[in-house]
């Protein structure tokens, strides 16, 4: 492709060498480069992609795109300098793969918790409505039937637009997309073009990444902020960020709500293990999904499909049929009347959430077994928090690895034991290989108690020592029910 219809939105400070050169692939990797690659220099957080200029030039790099230029160019390679090379990257990957988001209908999904659920929700929802969907999410990317693993949330800039004109070649006519943070604050989503944007809810996560909860939410507004004219802007307002959200878009406002008025509301009228009955603009329906935090979920689905002009009934009748995403409050019996729960709760919140909506909805006399563990390598300081939140809200706790990555379980643990209070020393055991940990829940449960596994989810590995080995709750969790006489 040529230099200039790639370079076409982006801002450039200076140029220096030839513009009408031919690129025949984009990246951002050193280690990838080829002959007529154009190669960005990024900053990162490990690492400056500055070091690696001379190294891609010698692998046939022509054109590289850079924040600084060297002191030295060399001859037939042609310098671009911008102001920051990730927004420029958004850009160029978008027009190399011909603008896919501006040819399909783009609804991204932001928030601490709820995306996942609320984009595969959407997902599910719009192939039932008979169109052809894509779907870009933390468990899996999907075009249709068609399942493409997923590395991130939120794929990198040249991976997404691929990802996207895949769809657009499929004759998607929507994708429902989430927006981590981090994609935001790397600017993963320049050059997007988006037609609706949604957000479920902001706490306490990732303060490794950003320092500052201030930091946190300003990721989440920017999203907001750069939505276009056209697109519509929906925010949960029981939320207390809610509507800082919507502060300074220029997309079309609209609010959801089960607390107060919104442009969208629902009430919960009961909330059981059998689903939610919730009236959902003054629609009385009954759901299978479980806890009042799904309910914000669906009446989020439910206004984003209202906001694309589907029709009420039919869109009411499909979601009541849905149960989300895999790995979230993915709930099993076992033949001993034991009830186990698989979720992907890995923040303070979704902890207090999936502990409270199975307190609400408990018959009072089971035990609640929680065994729950924290990332190595994330945010280090919600680790007594969750901890904490926890042992408040069930009988029994289990303190176990989740993905230790390259940290010590060791220390992950005594730092989540911080969080444990004199009174609920008592409640709590710690054991660090997660298989024996639910094998003990498995133990210690007698009929109808209720065991929580938290914070792996839909995950298939364990990540110790940056090696993932195998590793399923959900598989463990019933050959350990299985096992029990
Ligand atoms: C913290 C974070 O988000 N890191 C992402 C980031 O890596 P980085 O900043 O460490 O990059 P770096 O290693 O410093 O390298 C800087 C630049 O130099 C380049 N480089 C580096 C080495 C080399 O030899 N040659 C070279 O050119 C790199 O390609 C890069 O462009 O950029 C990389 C390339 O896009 C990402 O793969 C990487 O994601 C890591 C693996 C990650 O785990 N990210 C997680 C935290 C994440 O993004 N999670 C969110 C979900 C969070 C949520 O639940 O809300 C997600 O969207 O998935
Ligand atoms: N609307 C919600 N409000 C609060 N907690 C929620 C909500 N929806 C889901 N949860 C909790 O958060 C967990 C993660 O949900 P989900 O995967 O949908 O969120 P996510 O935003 O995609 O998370 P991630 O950032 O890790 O991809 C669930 O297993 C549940 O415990
Ligand atoms: N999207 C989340 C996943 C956390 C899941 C948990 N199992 C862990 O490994 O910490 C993150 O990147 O923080
Ligand atoms: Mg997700």
Request: aromatic share 8%; glycine share 6%; with cysteine.
């Amino acid at each position: 492709m040529n230099l200039q219809d790639l370079l076409y939105g982006v801002a450039i400070k200076h140029i220096v060498g030839k513009t009408d050169c031919i690129v025949d692939s984009i990246t951002f990797d050193s280690r990838t480069v080829k002959v007529n690659t154009l190669f960005f220099a990024v900053k990162g957080v490990q690492t400056d992609g500055h070091q690696y200029i001379a190294q891609t030039i010698d692998a046939g790099a022509n054109v590289i795109v850079c924040e600084l230029l060297p002191d030295t160019i060399p001859a037939n390679v042609t310098f671009v300098q911008v102001e920051n090379s990730a927004v420029a990257l958004g850009i160029v990957a978008s027009n190399f793969h011909g603008n896919p988001s501006s040819q399909l209908k783009l609804i991204g999904i932001t928030g601490t918790n709820g995306k996942t659920t609320i984009a595969t929700l959407l997902f599910q929802l719009f192939r039932k409505l008979d169109f052809n969907v894509g779907l870009i999410s933390t468990v899996q990317n999907h075009i249709n039937e068609e399942i493409i693993p997923a590395t991130h949330t939120t794929p990198n800039p040249i991976a997404l637009n691929a990802l996207l004109r895949q769809m657009v070649e499929a004759d998607c006519e929507y994708c429902f997309m989430e927006v981590s943070s981090h994609a935001v604050a790397q600017h993963r989503i320049s050059g997007l073009f988006f037609t609706g944007g949604v957000f479920s809810n902001i706490t306490h996560d990732h303060l490794d990444f950003h320092l500052t909860f201030d930091n946190y939410l300003k990721a989440k507004k920017e999203f907001f902020d750069t939505l276009p004219k056209t697109a519509f802007a929906l925010t949960n307002i029981d939320d207390k960020n809610g509507m800082v959200m919507l502060q300074n878009t220029h997309a079309y406002k609209k609010t959801y709500a089960l607390k107060q008025m919104g442009d969208f509301n629902a009430k919960i009228i009961e909330n059981k293990f059998s689903g939610l009955n919730l009236l959902v603009d003054q629609t009385d329906v009954f759901f299978k999904m479980v806890g009042s935090f799904n309910a914000y979920n669906l009446l989020a689905a439910y206004a984003t499909a209202m906001l694309l002009e589907q029709d009420k009934l039919k869109v009411l009748t499909i979601l009541s049929s849905l149960k989300g995403a895999e790995g979230r409050f993915d709930y099993t019996v076992s033949k001993q009347g034991i009830v186990g729960i698989v979720d992907y709760a890995h923040t303070p919140d979704a902890v207090q959430n999936v502990l409270s909506t199975i307190t609400n909805i408990r018959k009072g006399t089971e035990q609640v077994i929680t065994v729950i563990g924290c990332g190595g390598d994330r945010d280090k300081t919600k680790r007594p928090i969750m901890a904490r939140v926890a042992c408040d809200w069930s009988d029994k706790v289990i303190l176990t690895s989740d993905n230790p990555r390259t940290e010590n379980p060791s220390s992950i643990i005594a730092e989540m034991e911080k969080g444990v209070s004199p009174t609920n020393q008592r409640k709590v055991i710690s054991i660090l290989d997660r298989k024996e940990a639910i094998k003990t829940a498995c133990h210690i449960a007698k009929a109808g108690d209720i065991i929580l596994l938290a914070g792996k989810g839909h995950e298939k590995y364990q990540e110790i020592n940056a090696v993932r080995l195998h590793f399923d709750d959900k598989e463990v969790l019933i050959e350990q029910l299985n096992l029990l006489s």
